[in-house]
């Protein structure tokens, strides 16, 4: 609920070194995550969500567990992560903590993807 009415980390990162993007088809929810990284290390993270209320948490929350961690951990944050940190979540709401992992992975590998190619 907390993260619900404020969320954390809630903005656009023009100079992100990579970004992630997930949607389920099914609610029509959205989630672009932005990283920053410096030595290996997320040093901030950000998104913008068009969602559901459980949705916007489990982003609020991908980002508080994400931030800090270096990108192999940060990979291995989990569903199961999120939706612990938040004390639960309804049952017709687990779908959504998919978006923030699915996002925040891919904004990782396109981080790998854009130091490769540089
Ligand atoms: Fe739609 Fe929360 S606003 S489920
Ligand atoms: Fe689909 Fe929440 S209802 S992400």
Redesign the pocket.
């Known amino acids: 609920m907390e993260h619900f009415m404020c969320p954390q980390n809630a903005y656009i990162m023009p100079d992100a070194d990579a970004a992630g993007s997930a949607g389920d088809p099914a609610c029509g929810d959205a989630l672009t995550v932005f990283i920053k990284v410096r030595d290996n290390i997320i040093q901030e993270i950000s998104y913008l969500v068009f969602?559901?209320?459980?949705s916007i948490a489990t982003s609020s929350m991908t980002s508080v567990l994400a931030k800090g961690k270096s990108l192999e951990e940060a990979l291995n944050i989990t569903e199961e992560d999120i939706i612990k940190a938040l004390d639960g979540l309804p049952e017709n709401?687990v779908h959504c903590s998919n978006l923030g992992v699915t996002a925040l992975r891919k904004a990782i590998n396109n981080y790998y993807k854009n130091q490769a190619a540089k």
């Open positions: 969602g559901c209320c459980a709401k």
